[in-house]
């Protein structure tokens, strides 16, 4: 393709420690007078033992309730008051907040988010509030949404055989109501310190005086014993695991395969990202086409390599007509995964899916605030992968580690992962009233 | 360790720093094609809107879905390209390209590193003036669509959407929200290139650019990929204004299983070139846009009814509407009913204060800022002001005209253009549940669910 020179793009960054083991990174940008702050918790639903499911939501929750000098309620209105806007999110592998500010307004967010991390206080009577509100969360996200049991919970509970891994986020109802006042303090002391924690900050800002702010609110935060590291790691399972549901408001069928892949550091994830491109990524990929153009037999098909730290899953989602069988449907994926198995990949195939990773990191991929194009997309992408891989320059160096994979690396990746021994496949079957059977 | 004591109270803002307003640019083709650049080279990238009068409110009444699947199938091939090699061509250059309706206008949306801007260009002045229509892929795409209708329907907030416009704008189009089993039946290939034919034309369109790249190399590209593409003279039908409301009504869909009420409140409301929108946004966002409004702290926060609380004003070009929605357990239904009004009535008999409006200020300000600091955010700035006939200059006086509204204006256009006794309840859910808690609310009538 004639095209011209990619233009280089770097981000730029500084990475400081302090005393108390608090890892802050700053990268300016003064294109808009706006700040993104960024405070990334290493705790997420893989600590949570068995009976607790849930409570590193929950406590995502208690976050907004108070802490020694901003009251209940206050958390939102110093911020939005102020023109910022804020959020927090729970995921198995870690816990997020942010806040994006004018840029004027940046020492007022250190001094919320250092004073909920030195003292954030909670009672029963917010702790039962919050719990209810994390019960209308899971019918509105879950309960109440065809197909979003079993393919945002159910599957990872079969695909997963590690507790730590296998349980979801949102977690069982009986557990959130078992969570104690005193669960709330002990999770707190034991990973909201600063030690267990990344500070990213990213935007308009002059990082000589930020690092002085950062250091007068948070600087005398104590530190506390780093928590027991999580075992994350998965058994090899040997066998195809299969399970069938019924969902109660799907009023069409739809197959969830789970292949399990190595950790976030291997470098067979690299080819797996970019054999995601290849099957899922855009109308060319093989399986939109396969299935929803060429048999017409698919109303959407999606998945590809779901990034955790640990082991990761390689999934596919394939919602059909009803006059479709679900062998035919599974028959259809695995030919196009075997035909890369035994093939490999085309030459422009592989050129598209690089292109695609490349567009991919500028234009975000949840949404209108993510991509490195916003102080908010650089602050969390710079937070990750200092907590995750210990070395923020990734955001800049990553990118050359997948354009260099090649076609035989993707070939031998789905040779490896994508065979029938390592997977798991739920049938789910529509049972909502006027569905065809 | 380098202590020091606590800071027990908030620290003051520094000076605030200017917002540069994106310079904005402007040519028009020889075809008669406007084209709005703003030149941003933050990234390697750039963000492209091609933005066509021809919504589903333009739909022929025994048609809706018109204009949608028009949209949905222009990108299903040209006529020199297949679906397949289209797409391909365009994902070969890591861009995106895709088309949709909403009820004013379509818009064919892309994305390209910059590098590749030219050709990603070329192919969307090929997809926009020479789709193909062709007959299996129209009918692909009907067939999905009515398999999309069916999945919709077992959606409660679908359900709720669909009723709430029937109910909120009666005969005027944007009482449809999405086309029916029927309608699509009567969509031949020729009735998707009749509608492209007659609204897809220079004159009718507007593209907006936001990226790394300048004025003149962006004419010159625009020029060529959009050459041969000629104006037609395109006439917009009126329409009956939606219907007045005068009492209160509660419209229930009856949907079994349903574990969670959900909930849509309002009713017409000024359109965004009046000039009662911005202090009636304002107030919106006071009563239930944002995390710390009245709704918020006290619906989820003080009662733990919801997740999800809000109020908004619809930004549309031939009538607005005002509405709170919420999502509750079904046992709390009507107190949730009778909080939210309650919030409303409080807005009418006491306006604001004089602090939460300025924090509501900030908070739009701030807003408006963080909306300009990403491409796509510039771009729909720009379409909105252009699709909803906003005034020039609109953007730049945003931040002064949001500011310079007093808890006077407040008061009076509460008082103009909210009346909890004519708004329309609608919630779906279990019927046989719900019903007796919202009756007090005023004449109930139920519908199915499918």
């Known amino acids: 393709m004639p095209a011209k020179k990619a233009e280089p793009f770097n981000v730029p960054y500084s990475l400081h420690t302090l005393e108390n083991g608090l890892r802050v990174v700053l990268s300016e940008d003064h294109s808009v007078p706006v700040v993104a702050v960024v405070v990334l918790y290493d705790v997420g639903a893989r600590n949570e033992p068995p009976g607790r499911t849930g409570f590193a939501h929950l406590f995502e929750h208690m976050m907004f309730q108070g802490s020694a000098h901003v009251k209940k309620g206050e958390y939102f209105s110093f911020v939005e008051d102020n023109g910022g806007v804020l959020n927090g999110m729970t995921s198995n592998d870690f816990t997020i907040y942010f806040e994006i500010m004018p840029s004027n307004q940046l020492e007022l967010a250190l001094w919320l988010e250092a004073d909920r991390m030195r003292s954030l206080q909670v009672n029963q009577e917010n702790l039962d509030n919050q719990r209810e509100v994390v019960k209308e969360e899971k019918r509105l996200r879950v309960d109440n949404q065809p197909f979003s049991y079993a393919r945002g919970i159910l599957l990872y509970e079969l695909a997963y055989d590690n507790f730590a891994n296998a349980h979801s986020v949102i977690g069982s109802m009986e557990d959130l109501d078992a969570a104690t006042l005193e669960d709330v303090q002990r999770f707190f002391r034991t990973y909201y310190a600063p030690n267990n924690a990344v500070l990213a900050i990213a935007g308009d800002i002059e990082s000589g005086q930020t690092l002085e702010w950062v250091r007068k609110h948070f600087g005398d935060i104590p530190p506390q014993e780093p928590p027991q590291p999580v075992d994350v790691t998965e058994p090899e399972r040997g066998q195809e695991k299969r399970a069938q549901y019924t969902d109660r408001l799907a009023n069409l069928p739809a197959v969830a395969i789970a292949w399990k892949v190595p950790p976030r550091h291997s470098p067979e994830r690299y080819a797996l990202a970019l054999l995601d491109r290849i099957l899922f990524s855009g109308e060319s990929a093989r399986l939109h086409q396969r299935l929803v153009k060429r048999e017409k037999s698919a109303l959407s098909v999606s998945g590809g390599l779901e990034d955790r730290r640990g082991p990761g899953l390689f999934t596919t989602f394939v919602v059909f007509k009803p006059d479709r069988s679900f062998e035919a449907i599974e028959h259809s994926v695995y030919d196009e995964i075997e035909k890369v198995q035994q093939k490999g990949v085309q030459a422009r195939e592989l050129q598209r899916a690089k292109n695609q990773l490349r567009a991919e990191r500028y234009r975000g991929m949840w949404g209108p605030l993510s991509g490195l194009q916003t102080p908010l997309g650089r602050a969390m992408e710079l937070a990750y992968h200092t907590l995750f891989d210990g070395d923020p320059a990734l955001i800049n160096t990553e990118l050359q580690k997948y354009l260099d994979v090649t076609g035989e690396q993707i070939q031998e990746v789905a040779r490896r992962f994508l065979i029938p021994t390592n997977r798991t496949v739920l049938h789910i079957l529509p049972g909502a009233t006027g569905a065809e059977q | ?450």
């Open chain 2, 1 to 450: 360790m380098n202590r020091t004591a606590v800071v027990t109270t908030p620290p003051p803002p520094g000076a605030l720093r200017p917002l540069v307003l994106p310079k904005r640019e402007e040519f028009v083709t020889v075809g008669g094609l406007r084209v709005i650049l703003v030149e941003d080279r933050r990234v390697p990238f750039v963000t492209l809107r091609l933005v066509v009068r021809a919504g589903s409110v333009h739909d022929p009444a025994e048609l809706p879905g018109l204009a949608g699947l028009t949209a949905h199938c222009l990108t299903q091939g040209t006529q020199k390209r297949k679906s397949f090699q289209f797409a391909r061509a365009v994902e070969e250059l890591g861009a995106t390209l895709e088309a949709h309706a909403n009820r004013d206008y379509s818009t064919v949306s892309a994305t390209v590193l910059a590098e590749n801007l030219d050709a990603l260009l070329r192919l969307m002045g090929e997809t926009v003036i020479t789709p193909a229509f062709a007959p299996d892929e129209v009918e692909l795409a009907k067939e999905n669509t009515v398999q999309t209708l069916r999945y919709q329907r077992t959606q409660p907030h679908f359900l709720a959407r669909e009723r709430y416009a029937q109910v909120i704008f009666g005969k005027h189009p944007y009482s449809r929200i999405a086309p029916t089993e029927e309608s699509i039946a009567a969509m031949p290939p020729d009735t998707l290139r009749e509608f492209h034919a007659r609204y897809y034309t220079p004159d009718n369109s507007l593209l907006v650019v936001v990226g790394a790249v300048d004025a003149e190399h962006l004419q010159k590209a625009v020029e060529k990929a959009f050459a041969g593409w000629e104006p037609r003279g395109v006439t917009h039908e009126t329409h009956e204004a939606p219907p007045s409301r005068t009492r209160r009504t509660v419209h229930i869909v009856d949907r079994p299983g349903s574990v969670q009420v959900n909930l849509l409140i309002g009713h017409l409301a000024p359109r965004p070139n009046e000039p009662d929108f911005l202090p009636l946004e304002v107030t919106t966002t006071a009563l239930g846009g944002r995390t710390g409004s009245r709704l918020f702290m006290n619906v989820r926060e003080q009662k733990g009814f919801a997740y999800d609380v809000s109020s908004h004003l619809s930004e549309h070009r031939e009538a607005g509407s005002f509405t709170m929605s919420a999502q509750v357990r079904p046992e709390v239904a009507g107190e949730a009913v009778e909080e939210m009004l309650k919030e409303v009535e409080l807005l009418r008999q006491s306006g604001i204060t004089e602090k939460e409006l300025d924090s509501t200020k900030n908070y739009l300000n701030g807003v408006f800022s963080i909306r300009l600091s990403t491409q796509g955010g510039i771009a729909g700035e720009i379409i909105a002001i252009e699709m909803l006939e906003l005034p020039r200059g609109y953007m730049e006086t945003y931040r002064e005209r949001v500011q310079a509204i007093t808890p006077e204006v407040i008061r009076e256009v509460v008082q103009r253009r909210l009346f909890t006794d004519r708004m329309a309840i609608v919630a779906v859910g279990e019927a046989e549940q719900i019903r007796p808690l919202l009756e007090p609310f005023g004449e109930v009538e139920v519908t199915p669910a499918m």
